[in-house]
């Protein structure tokens, strides 16, 4: 299994500021994903991180608003721009080898609290 | 699309007692995955189904995967306090690469 290191892991915003959260993967993955799980819901999955190239979002989630990079293999970066209290949730990130016949893995999450 | 639904949503039983999470989804998926999440911590990886009719069992949960009535269920034998958490399915349409999540069944456990 994948050892995921996610940073920060909580933190606490002004609204209107931007927060970057971190994955790191200790081996190649082919795939990495990031989730939003907003309080006692399930998970809602924001984006694809593509390597090299742009991250590939779902509806309702926007590139200005969460931009997204991966440089390799074995990093993402996820950013909350310009926060308001509805982004106050948890950030997931999880990487899969493939989806189709092997398990995802997730990191320990990102609590972001915005006030 | 691809819609998870779970049942019940949340669930309290006593320990010793033997019941079962439903998992529900509306198109094929014949991959199911089962989740673990303890209150502020990640997802656990419990289960990968990967075929219809597949059982695997882990302790005192044992999970299983029909797809030609598009359901999994998670049984639960015997519970232990140790057990509660909320339990999470996901599906995934072949070719989409994403998984789809049900809503999540909370489960409390009572001495």
């Known amino acids: 299994s994948a050892v995921i290191s996610q940073k920060p892991s909580r933190d606490i915003c002004q609204r209107g500021t931007s927060l970057t959260i971190q994955c790191q993967v200790d081996?190649?993955?082919?795939?990495m994903f990031w989730y939003r799980q907003q309080p006692g819901q399930s998970l809602t999955l924001i984006a694809t991180a593509n390597q090299g190239s742009e991250a590939t979002y779902e509806s309702g989630f926007v590139i200005d608003k969460f931009p997204i990079s991966r440089p390799n293999l074995t990093f993402s970066t996820l950013t909350v721009s310009n926060m308001s209290p509805e982004d106050s949730s948890i950030y997931l990130c999880s990487v899969a080898a493939r989806l189709w016949d092997t398990e995802a893995f997730f990191g320990q999450g990102t609590r972001l609290t915005v006030v | 699309e691809l819609k998870v639904e779970q049942n019940p949503l949340f669930l309290s039983m006593q320990e010793g007692k033997n019941y079962t999470i439903y998992c529900n989804y509306s198109?094929?998926?014949?991959?199911l995955y089962w989740y673990r999440q303890d209150p502020g911590k990640s997802l656990e990886s419990l289960f990968v189904l990967l075929s219809n009719g597949a059982v695997k069992q882990e302790g005192r949960l044992m999970a299983s995967l029909d797809t030609k009535a598009r359901l999994s269920t998670l049984h639960i034998t015997a519970a232990v306090h140790d057990l509660s958490a909320t339990y999470f399915c996901a599906g995934i349409i072949q070719g989409a690469q994403k998984l789809v999540f049900g809503q999540g069944t909370r489960l409390t456990i009572n001495p």
């Open positions: 198109t094929t998926s014949d991959r």
């Open positions: 081996s190649q993955v082919t795939m």
